[in-house]
């Protein structure tokens, strides 16, 4: 068969035709691998939040079966950057790798660049590395990476540049290879896409709607991580607290988190991001009564101000945020609560500035991810005409930054002197011979310990508070 009778005879449906795919493109890797007398290797670098993680893990999972192993850096066979582009900076940095790459290139002309991700699905940025980055062999989006197998057979058997984006999609692609960077923890996607549309947000446009994946697929997934070893999961999406809307028998994400509380051998259960607009007091209810849902929840307040909450879309007030945050520590008395804020969002005065920090000291969070507000082309915040002067957000931002420290170190003692289960994690990057592991309110731990600790939860007693971690000992 010719090229295009092979591709002609593919299967319309999927996963099957990825799995013809990867057949197909196995051979052409292996026979690449014969020619330069070893495997071939491939390198991804992921930019940007849990859910680019997880499709990495995807992603290595396909071009694991089709032949490539992991390399270790860009000095590889197959380099593929998944991309972010929530704020500029995250942007900036994947054009500045790319000219690297360029070198290397010349030195390995069969090396193959692929880009996918957040980055690639704003039409300008396409268009840019179609025009300046004319080696980079592969360009696809959010919504197919499930083709990657495909997309490279393309490649291979042919001479062009390819490039594949699309706008939107309504299908979930089941079934398909992972390869999980911890054996002993996964991320699962609950959801895709966001139909929020925050005015600073970007998000929205490149992830496409929201969509929900059927219960039974979430709960069949999970019940194989944890035959394969997994102790703790996090369920992945924009906005979990609206998960299942959607679907055909709609449920709720509070019933979700019953139905993945009762898979045997799953230890913790963690979950990003929640939309305080939707938190509902069933969801307070279940986080309550669980045994195994962490003492942790991620509540991106964004500002403080009520004025300027509205002008971003997010539909709560400070007054509304704040009552929430009441009612989870009610019935929830140690969780450990984090957030997101934007310092400079058009408009925002001394004032809104000052109700931020108001309600940063009332809640007393035990970390915070702050960031300046970054113009994104395409959102409504990007054409208002009032942009805070960069020196003034910088000031504001320290300021921030340094209040939200001295609180979360303050904060942490709570838990100082105390023993506390703790999943060990990896060993200590800083110490030989210690562990790094977290405990249910994700506050991180080093401590003295052998290896085969790893993917277990031990008993560790919390010594000493060295501003947002603790050092602490086996018990
Ligand atoms: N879906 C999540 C957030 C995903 S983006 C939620 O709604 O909470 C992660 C964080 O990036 C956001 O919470 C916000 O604080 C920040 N962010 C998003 N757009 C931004 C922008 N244009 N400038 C600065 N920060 C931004
Ligand atoms: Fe962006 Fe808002 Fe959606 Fe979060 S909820 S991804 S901030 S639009
Ligand atoms: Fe970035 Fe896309 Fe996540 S823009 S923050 S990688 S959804």
């Known amino acids: 068969m010719n090229r295009k009778e092979i591709i002609a005879a593919a299967p319309n449906a999927e996963p099957e035709r990825q799995k013809y795919f990867m057949e197909l493109v196995k051979e052409l890797v ?3 691998a014969r020619k330069k007398g070893r495997p071939l290797t491939c390198f991804i670098s992921t930019f940007g939040c849990q859910m680019n993680a997880r499709d990495s893990e995807k992603l290595l999972g396909i ?6 192993v992991q390399g270790t850096d860009e000095n590889s066979d197959f380099v593929l950057y998944n991309t972010c582009t929530v704020r500029e900076n995250a942007n900036l940095k994947v054009y500045g790798r790319l000219g690297y790459l360029s070198g290397m290139k010349r030195k390995n002309p069969d090396m193959m660049i692929a880009l996918c991700g957040c980055m690639m699905q704003e039409p300008q940025v396409v268009e840019k590395i179609k025009k300046s980055y004319r080696h980079v062999d592969i360009i696809f989006g959010t919504h197919n990476i499930f083709k990657l197998a495909e997309l490279i057979y393309d490649r291979m058997t042919d001479t062009k540049m390819v490039v594949d984006i699309w706008e939107g999609t309504d299908s979930i692609v089941e079934n398909l290879p ?3 960077k911890y054996p002993f923890k996964s991320g699962v996607n609950i959801m895709f896409g966001c139909n929020n549309f925050c005015s600073y947000c970007i998000v929205p446009y490149v992830r496409g709607r929201e969509r929900s994946r059927n219960p039974e697929d979430i709960i069949k997934e999970i019940e194989g991580l944890v035959a394969d070893g997994v102790v703790e999961v996090m369920l992945l999406g924009q906005n ?4 299942g809307k959607t679907l055909e028998h709609p449920i709720t994400f509070a019933e979700l988190l019953r139905r993945v509380e009762k898979i045997e051998g799953l230890e913790r259960i963690r979950f990003m991001t929640s939309h305080p607009k939707d938190l509902s007091d069933e969801l307070i209810d279940v986080m309550r009564d669980s045994e195994k849902i962490c003492r942790h929840l991620h509540l991106p307040l964004q500002s403080g101000s009520s004025r300027i909450l509205k002008v971003m879309n997010r539909k709560y007030t400070k007054e509304q945020y704040l009552a929430l945050v009441d009612r989870l520590r009610a019935a929830i008395p140690d969780i450990a609560l984090t957030t ?5 969002f058009p408009g925002e005065t001394e004032e809104d500035f000052e109700e ?5 000291r009332k809640v007393r969070y035990d970390s915070a991810f702050t960031f300046i507000y970054s113009r994104r082309t395409g959102t409504p915040a990007a054409a208002m005409e009032n942009q805070v002067p960069e020196e003034v957000v910088k000031a504001r931002f320290d300021r921030l930054l340094k209040e939200v420290q001295e609180i979360a170190s303050e904060v942490i003692l709570r838990d100082a002197h105390t023993v506390q289960k703790v999943l060990v994690e990896e060993p200590d990057t800083h110490e030989e011979g210690f562990l790094t592991g977290r405990l249910s309110n994700n506050t991180v731990v080093h401590f003295k310990g052998d290896a085969s600790l790893i993917g277990k939860i031990v008993d560790v007693s919390l010594d000493e508070a060295k501003g947002f971690y603790f050092m602490g000992s086996l018990k």
């Open 30 to 32: 292996a026979e690449r």
């Open 178 to 180: 992972v390869e999980r």
């Open 340 to 344: 997101d804020i934007i310092v400079g």
């Open 240 to 243: 979990v607290n609206s998960y």
């Open 63 to 68: 071009l694991e079966e089709i032949g490539y």
């Open 356 to 360: 931020t920090l108001d309600v940063v």
